[in-house]
C-alpha cells in the first residue's frame, strides 16, 4: 500500500511539474489570446489541479493523518477531481473545433449536444453531495460508483468521438505538426483511461494527459513559424493556412489589403532600418481595429486583415475608416511623413475561393488607371482581367496569339520610307485582340516576356532574311527591348545567337528600349547595350518625354536615336511653353549628335510644325498603322511604285 502511495506521487508530481511548466511557456510567449490559447489554459489549469486534489491525499496518507481527516480530504479531493476533470473532454472538443478554425457550436443540434453533455454531467456532480447518484460511501467509508457514473463516461466518450470526427472532417485545414499533436493526445488519454480502467490502482490517467498537453503547447500552440519577426505579426505561410482553415470550414469573412503605395519611396529616403519603425507605427494602428491575430504581413508594402461576416457594405465603411486615416499624417521619429495607402476588401468565399485567389489580390500590382483608394466588390473585377490576360498570355506562345505588326518610319528629308518599328499583337482564342498596353506589363511580371521579344526578333530576323526590307530601301527595322530583361545575364549573348542564327545583318537592327522606374542600374544596362552597339546593333531611347526617359540616362547610354514620344508633340501644338520644350529638346539631342524620330503623327499641321524643326524620322498614322506582315509588305511595294 505504502509503495502504491510513493509511485502515486511520482506520477502526479510529474504530471504538476508538467502542468507549471505548459502555464509558464505558454504566460512567457504571450500566447493568451486567442479563443483556443484560453481553453488550453483551462484545460492546462484543469489538470493542475486535479493532480493536485490527488496529490494531497497522498500526501495526506503519506503524513499518516488520521482516518477521519484523510476521509474528510477524500472527500473534498474526490469532488473537486469530479467536478473538474469532466469538463475536460468538452473542453478537448472545442478546443479541436477552434484549432481547426471552424466556427464553435454553428448549428443549434450541435449547440444542443454541447450543453446537454457538458451541463448534465457537471450537475449531477455538483448536486452529488445530496443525491449520492455519481458515487456514494457504503457503510464502511469505502468509495463506490453509481449508475451516473456512467453517464459522464459516456459523455466523455461522446465529446471524445466529436473531436475526432471534428479532426477528421477539417483535416486538410490543418498542417501535419497540429495533426500529430492531437492525434498523439487522443491515443495518450486513451491509453491513460484505458489502464487505469484496468488497474484503478494505477493512476495514469492525469499524466498522459499532461504529456498530451506538451505535446499540443509545442505543435499548436507554438506560432514561431506562423509569425513573421520583425513585426510580430502573422506572415504570407499564416494567411495561407489561414484562409485554408477558413475556405474548407466554410467561414464567412472579408480579408483587407491595406497596401502602402509610396513605402518603395519611403524606403529609398530613409533606409531599410527606419522602415521597421514605420512598420511599427502602421501595425500600432492595424491594432487598435482587429486583434493582432487578425493581422498578417504579406510582403513589403502589402499588411491583411481578415474580419468576419458578409456585409458588403460594413466592410466598405471599415475599409473606408483605414482609408481616411491615411489621409492624416503619421508619427516618424520627431517628424511627421505622409503615407498613401489603398485598401482592398473581398469576400472569402465569394470573389476569393482559393488560396491563390487571395495571394493574387494581396500581391497584384494595382491597375495603372486606378485612382480609387477604396476597392471593394465590382472595383476588384480588373482582377478578374488579368486573371484572364495572364491565362492568355501562358497559353498565347504554344497557340500561336502573337503575331509581329510593322508601322512604317519616314525620313523627314524627303519623306521616303527609312525603316519600319515592328509591333507585337495579341488574338486570344477567348478575349479576343488583346492591347500591348495590357498584356506586357503582365508577361514582365509572369517572367515570359524574354519569350515574347524572342519570338518577336525571330519573326523580325526572318522578315529581313527574306530580303523584301532591302528591296524597299528599308534601312532598319526597330524592335522593342523590355528593359528588365536586358539586365538579366547572358542577355548580349542570346540576341546575339538569335541574330547569328538568322544569318542577318546586325546594323540592320534597331533596338528600342524605355528606362523604366526599375532600371536604375544603369552601369549594368550600359555594358550590355555598349556590347551590343559593338556587334553593329544600332539603339534607340523610346518614348521620351513620358517621364519615363531622363537625360542622364541617355548620355550614359550612348544611344544612337532619340524616339519624341506624341505627348510632346501634342503639347507643343497647343501651348507655348509645349514648343519652347519640343524645340529645345530636339535642338539639344542634336547638338549630341543624336538622331531624332518623332512619334504618333497623325496631321498634316504636326507634319508642318515638324517641318521646323531639325527632325531626322517620322512616324505615325499620318503615314501608316501597324500592319500584318503582308499588309505591310504590299503597303511599302505600292508606294514604292
Ligand atoms: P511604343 O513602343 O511606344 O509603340 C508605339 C505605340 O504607339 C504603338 O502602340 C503604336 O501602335 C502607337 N502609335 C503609332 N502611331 C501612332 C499615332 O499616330 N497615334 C497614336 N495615338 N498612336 C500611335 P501599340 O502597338 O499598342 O504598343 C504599345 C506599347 O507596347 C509599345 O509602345 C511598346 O512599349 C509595347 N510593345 C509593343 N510591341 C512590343 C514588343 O514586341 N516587345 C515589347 N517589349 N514591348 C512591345
Ligand atoms: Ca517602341
Ligand atoms: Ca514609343
Redesign the pocket.
Known amino acids: 500500500m505504502e509503495m502504491y502511495n510513493l509511485f502515486h506521487i511520482a506520477f502526479l508530481s510529474s504530471s504538476f511539474l508538467l502542468c507549471i511548466t505548459c502555464l509558464l511557456f505558454t504566460f512567457i510567449q504571450k500566447r493568451t489570446d486567442k479563443k483556443h490559447n484560453r481553453i488550453y489554459i483551462a484545460m492546462v489549469a484543469i489538470l493542475l489541479i486535479s493532480s493536485l486534489c490527488e496529490l494531497s491525499l497522498c500526501f495526506a496518507k503519506l503524513a499518516g493523518l488520521s482516518a477521519d481527516t484523510i476521509l474528510m480530504i477524500d472527500k473534498v479531493a474526490r469532488y473537486v477531481y469530479f467536478l473538474l476533470h469532466s469538463a475536460l473532454s468538452a473542453l478537448f472538443y472545442n478546443y479541436v473545433t477552434k484549432v481547426c478554425g471552424a466556427l464553435f457550436g454553428s448549428n443549434p443540434f450541435s449547440r444542443a449536444m454541447y450543453l446537454i453533455g457538458f451541463v448534465l454531467p457537471e450537475m449531477l456532480i455538483l448536486t452529488n453531495p445530496f443525491t449520492y447518484w455519481v458515487y456514494y460511501r457504503d457503510e464502511n467509508g469505502a468509495f463506490q460508483r453509481n449508475w451516473a457514473e456512467m453517464l459522464i463516461y459516456v459523455a466523455g466518450a461522446f465529446f471524445i468521438i466529436m473531436s475526432v470526427v471534428k479532426l477528421f472532417r477539417s483535416w486538410d485545414a490543418l498542417t501535419d505538426k497540429k495533426r500529430i499533436a492531437l492525434i498523439y493526445f487522443l491515443f495518450l488519454v486513451g491509453l491513460g483511461i484505458t489502464i487505469q480502467l484496468a488497474h484503478s490502482e494505477i493512476k495514469v490517467e492525469v499524466f498522459s494527459e499532461a504529456m498530451g498537453m506538451v505535446g499540443l503547447m509545442l505543435c499548436v500552440e507554438s506560432e514561431d513559424d506562423r509569425i513573421d519577426i520583425d513585426t510580430g505579426f502573422y506572415n504570407r505561410k499564416a494567411l495561407r493556412q489561414d484562409i485554408k482553415s477558413f475556405i474548407i470550414n466554410k467561414r464567412k469573412l472579408f480579408l483587407i489589403g491595406v497596401r502602402i503605395i509610396d513605402s518603395d519611396i519611403f524606403i529609398r529616403s530613409a533606409g531599410t532600418e527606419n522602415a521597421d519603425i514605420l512598420n511599427e507605427t502602421i501595425s500600432d494602428y492595424l491594432r487598435t481595429l482587429v486583434p493582432r491575430y487578425h493581422i498578417y504581413y504579406v510582403n513589403q508594402s502589402t499588411y491583411a486583415l481578415t474580419v468576419y461576416g458578409d456585409d458588403e457594405n460594413m466592410i466598405r465603411e471599415f475599409a473606408e475608416k483605414i482609408s481616411s486615416r491615411f489621409d492624416e499624417t503619421w508619427q516618424f521619429r520627431e517628424s511627421q511623413i505622409k503615407l498613401s495607402a489603398v485598401i482592398l476588401a473581398a469576400g472569402v468565399p465569394g470573389r476569393i475561393s482559393s488560396v491563390n485567389d487571395a495571394f493574387y489580390m494581396l500581391d497584384s500590382s494595382l491597375p495603372e488607371t486606378n485612382d480609387k483608394k477604396v476597392l471593394v466588390g465590382s472595383d476588384l473585377e480588373y482582377l478578374l482581367r488579368r486573371s484572364a490576360v495572364e491565362d492568355a498570355v501562358s497559353r498565347g506562345l504554344d497557340e500561336h496569339s502573337f503575331e509581329v505588326y510593322y508601322?512604317p518610319t519616314y525620313r523627314m528629308s524627303d519623306r521616303k520610307l527609312h525603316g519600319a518599328e515592328?509591333?507585337?499583337r495579341m488574338h486570344d482564342k477567348e478575349l479576343g485582340q488583346i492591347?500591348?498596353?495590357e498584356f506586357?506589363p503582365v508577361a514582365e511580371q509572369m517572367g515570359l516576356?524574354d519569350r515574347?521579344?524572342g519570338f518577336?526578333l525571330s519573326e523580325v530576323c526572318r522578315f529581313i532574311k527574306s530580303g523584301i526590307p532591302q528591296q524597299n530601301h528599308m534601312e532598319c527595322i526597330n524592335v522593342?527591348?523590355?528593359v528588365i530583361e536586358c539586365l538579366k545575364p547572358g542577355f548580349a549573348e542570346k540576341i546575339n545567337r538569335i541574330v547569328e542564327n538568322a544569318g542577318i545583318d546586325k546594323k540592320f537592327l534597331n533596338f528600342?528600349i524605355?528606362e523604366s522606374v526599375a532600371a536604375t542600374d544603369y552601369d549594368v544596362l550600359s555594358e550590355i547595350v555598349t556590347a551590343l552597339k559593338n556587334e553593329g546593333f544600332l539603339f534607340s531611347m523610346?518614348?521620351y518625354g513620358t517621364g519615363y526617359s531622363n537625360i542622364a540616362a541617355i548620355l550614359s547610354l550612348n544611344l544612337d536615336v532619340i524616339k519624341i514620344d506624341?505627348s510632346l508633340l501634342r503639347v507643343a501644338q497647343t501651348s507655348e511653353y509645349g514648343y519652347i520644350m519640343l524645340e529645345n529638346s530636339i535642338r539639344m539631342f542634336k547638338q549630341m549628335n543624336r538622331q531624332i524620330l518623332v512619334?504618333?503623327?497623325?496631321t498634316d499641321e504636326q507634319v508642318e510644325l515638324l517641318c521646323g524643326f531639325d527632325v531626322d524620322y517620322l512616324?505615325?498614322?499620318y503615314f501608316s498603322k501597324?500592319l500584318s506582315e503582308s499588309s505591310f509588305t504590299e503597303f511599302i511595294s505600292r508606294s514604292e511604285k
Open positions: 508601322q515592328a509591333l507585337i492591347s500591348p498596353d506586357i516576356i515574347i521579344d518577336v522593342n527591348l523590355s528600342e524605355t523610346d518614348d506624341k512619334e504618333g503623327v497623325e512616324q505615325g498614322y501597324p
